[in-house]
């Protein structure tokens, strides 16, 4: 089926082990100035974690926080946001921290510790700025949101274990809209929830289910500058929008071809080519997301998806701006 | 090796026995799990431990949220932790012990096949059908394209039929040979089996190197199929894979080889023949029925008598498994899960990567040196972790099963909290003596804690430990 209010237009990635390529991509973020910056997961035994710099078309940087425990280092992270100064901020579920990074990958401070109490976590996993450039951690198993400021003083957290309005169980993704409100993608409760600033709830939509509206375990959110709700649909293996207004307006399930370092790895591996080609894979299984886990749109309308499992970063162009929500 | 008259007479009769079923059918259980399990009574529980219902366990999405390199495991290193998190935490012991135990007969080597989501996918057959008629589970694997790619059978052709499958079907995995090499079948039917299964293969498969594995296929390819007259095993007809399995599972030899590698892996690391000769005959009876013969092993007074505890080398993977469970450690998939597997694979047994065909050589060879080393220290390490939630009961139990223990009632209370244990007299005797040289334990006392850790600790690392 055909997309309505998006083009495909490229695919980034390639699985690596470091430098060039990704390893199980978990949240993708631009700067500023337009730059690329990618979170491989990995497993944390393979010890293939960091963060991996381009630009838009494939033109590979560097790379940092790679696999450790001291500071600069990452071991399970799952987050990561940029904020106004261009400061990248990356959260850690096995430390129990976030980690600050300059721009250019130096590392600049972490803070969090593990716990229960007000403003300890408990395996962090989304991370999103709010207007007033506090930080929102999405605690999951803490099954709370908590917000702090970019040095890591508590603030307010929201937030409880179960599946009634305004409780969470497992949440992960979070996403901030023009007016300020939080959505919470509950993963295990297999639905979205919004929130005013100060964490009073305001509605939830989806529920367990592989039909349009519905989800299995959603993992990351995005909101467009029209107030489309992008989430990422996990066990689905697609990205599903809303519209403001919470109505299913498209479903993603992936369009990709081949990235431009998968095209220049084939090129020097005939063999790799060849055996490709054999397979009968091409063109069909190849192009589906497998495990999106987040999602980033730009001002400019880009839409790009982390597709942790086939190790790259899949990017669409919306060209219908949706109606803004009143 | 312990002799049965070494041993102390096992305590509560019925915890004792229970302790013994769950150590073979599964990988031990907690003083907890066992009290549950007697309140359902022997027979249930074995029919429980024979019957999972083969779901997918609540918690597997957050082993692949929290492990997500395992939902595309590109390799046997990549896909182990999956299964780690299975064997720690499963409430179905059988279902992950009967595939530990196929994976081991019907062994496909990760260092040639390389592809962690095949591996997993075979485990998972294992459990689905490893406890079902033998004949599946031949079928089944007949049509793995992992097993095509293991041996070779993607190069058996119409024109030239590779031997490899046909002959380790025969050799390693339904008939057997004796110990001169000599099997129930002859060349000629290895080369009739070769020929039945040309055409059966694994697809070509996507690299997995830039993007990830993609699912390998099975296919059969009529046309490179040798359909022409065989003669196997005496009878003659134009077979195909398939009626190779069902001739096969119509032999003694098959059904004397199942029932003797179930005897060595659920009952003891030395046949009685008499017995592999009556699961024989179960076999026989029940259409070639894993469960039946299981059940009729659990239910018998050979399986059930005190002879026979203890008397199986713990395999590398038993005894990670077995100490993790008994711990209790983990409520989530912790990063550590993923570490466990390297701790089997210290002791000789890498999940994922039998060392050929042949699978792994169990009993006393499990035990060197160094392997004994890592054997005792994982265990030690295991035991020490008072923030596990396992070791804290059996803390407590011990300490409030009296004001005051004597050095005995100490030793006896631990081996009691670590999940109906016994030990010989011989190490009974010497762990009391250890105990006792700081006299009695006040239960109140501050030191009672390190007290019953440090016992615990040195039961495991008594010789007695390492059988199950």
Redesign the interface.
């Known amino acids: 089926m055909g997309l309505t209010n998006f083009t495909y237009s490229h695919t980034i990635g390639l699985a690596s082990f470091e430098g060039r390529g990704f390893m199980n991509p978990v949240d993708v973020r631009v700067n500023s100035k337009g730059v690329l910056y990618v979170l491989s997961r990995s497993n944390a035994q393979n010890k293939d974690v960091r963060v991996s710099v381009a630009t838009l078309d494939s033109d590979y940087k560097f790379e940092f926080g790679r696999w450790g425990t001291d500071p600069g280092k990452l071991t399970m992270p799952t987050a990561l946001v940029i904020d106004r100064q261009d400061r990248v901020y990356v959260a850690d579920e096995h430390m129990h921290n976030v980690s600050v990074f300059a721009e250019d990958g130096k590392f600049i401070s972490r803070w969090g510790e593990p716990g229960t109490g007000p403003g300890k976590l408990n395996r962090p996993a989304g991370l999103a700025f709010d207007s007033h450039g506090d930080l929102l951690v999405v605690d999951h198993l803490n099954a709370r949101v908590q917000k702090f400021t970019p040095e890591g003083a508590f603030i307010s957290s929201f937030g409880e274990f179960g599946s009634a309005a305004g409780q969470f169980n497992y949440p992960w993704g979070i996403a901030l809209d023009n007016a300020g409100d939080i959505w919470i993608a509950d993963w295990r409760n297999d639905r979205v929830q919004k929130f005013r600033p100060d964490g009073e709830f305001v509605a939830a939509f989806g529920r367990t289910g592989s039909k349009p509206g519905e989800f299995r375990r959603p993992s990351g959110l995005a909101i467009d500058d029209g107030g489309d709700i992008y989430v990422a649909d996990w066990q689905n293996d697609r990205v599903q929008v809303f519209t403001p207004q919470m109505k299913p307006r498209e479903v993603l399930n992936g369009d990709a071809t081949l990235s431009k370092w998968c095209e220049e790895f084939l090129a020097v591996n005939p063999e790799q080519r060849d055996q490709r080609i054999a397979s009968g894979i091409p063109g069909h299984e190849e192009r589906f997301f497998w495990r999106p886990s987040a999602i980033c749109t730009t001002s400019d309308g880009l839409v790009m998806v982390a597709d942790s499992c086939r190790h790259r970063i899949q990017i669409y162009r919306r060209v219908r701006v949706p109606v803004t929500a009143p | 090796m312990l002799s049965a008259t070494e041993r102390k007479p096992a305590p509560p009769t019925d915890a004792a026995l229970m302790a013994h079923l769950l150590r073979r059918a599964g990988f031990g259980a907690t003083r907890d799990q066992l009290d549950r399990y007697l309140k359902d009574g022997y027979e249930a529980t074995v029919e429980a431990l024979l019957n999972p219902p083969h779901s997918e366990p609540a918690d597997q999405?957050?082993v692949?949220?929290?492990?997500?390199?395992?939902?595309?495991a590109?390799s046997p290193?990549?896909a182990v932790?999956h299964w780690a998190w299975r064997l720690a935490t499963s409430e179905h012991p059988l279902e992950e012990k009967i595939a530990l135990f196929w994976h081991g007969l019907l062994a496909v080597g990760g260092i040639k096949l390389d592809h962690g989501l095949e591996m997993l996918r075979e485990i998972d057959l294992f459990r689905r059908h490893g406890l079902g008629p033998f004949r599946t589970l031949l079928v089944e694997i007949s049509r793995d394209p992992g097993m095509m790619y293991w041996l070779d059978n993607q190069n058996s052709h119409k024109t030239a039929p590779n031997e490899n499958y046909g002959r380790e079907l025969l050799e390693l995995f339904s008939m057997g040979i004796d110990r001169t090499g000599a099997g129930a079948y002859t060349e000629a039917d290895v080369k009739a089996a070769a020929r039945a299964f040309t055409g059966w293969a694994a697809?070509?498969?996507?690299?997995?190197?830039?993007?990830?594995p993609?699912d390998m296929e099975f296919i059969f390819d009529p046309a490179d199929h040798d359909d022409g007259e065989k003669t196997f095993l005496g009878r003659t007809g134009n077979f195909n894979g398939d009626d190779i399995i069902d001739i096969i599972v119509e032999q003694d030899a098959t059904a004397r080889f199942v029932a003797r590698r179930l005897y060595l892996f659920f009952v003891s690391d030395t046949p009685d023949e008499a017995e592999v000769e009556r699961l024989a005959g179960v076999f026989r009876s029940s259409g070639g029925e894993i469960r039946a013969i299981l059940r009729a092993i659990f239910l018998s007074d050979h399986f059930k008598s005190e002879a026979l505890r203890f008397r199986k080398v713990k395999s590398p993977a038993e005894l990670v498994w077995g100490v993790v469970r008994t711990v209790d450690r983990y409520r989530?998939p912790e990063?550590d899960v993923?570490?466990l597997p390297a701790y089997s694979t210290y002791m000789g047994q890498m999940l994922l990567n039998p060392p050929s065909v042949e699978g792994w050589h169990e009993g006393e060879e499990w035990v060197d040196s160094g392997a004994l080393i890592e054997r005792v220290n994982f265990a030690v390490n295991e035991l020490g972790r008072t923030d596990s939630p396992g070791v804290r009961r059996m803390i407590d139990s011990v300490k409030t099963s009296g004001r005051r223990l004597s050095p005995t009632a100490l030793v006896d209370r631990c081996l009691d909290a670590m999940g109906a244990l016994a030990v010989s007299e011989r190490t009974r005797a010497i762990l009391i003596d250890h105990a006792g040289r700081n006299g009695s334990l006040d239960t109140t006392s501050e030191e009672a804690d390190d007290r019953v850790v440090e016992l615990l600790q040195a039961i495991v690392a008594t010789p007695d430990f390492q059988y199950c």
Do not use: Q
């Open positions: 999405d957050l692949d949220r929290y492990f997500i390199a395992t939902v595309e590109r290193g990549h932790p697809k070509p498969t996507m690299p997995p190197f830039f993007l990830g993609f989530i990063l993923c570490d």
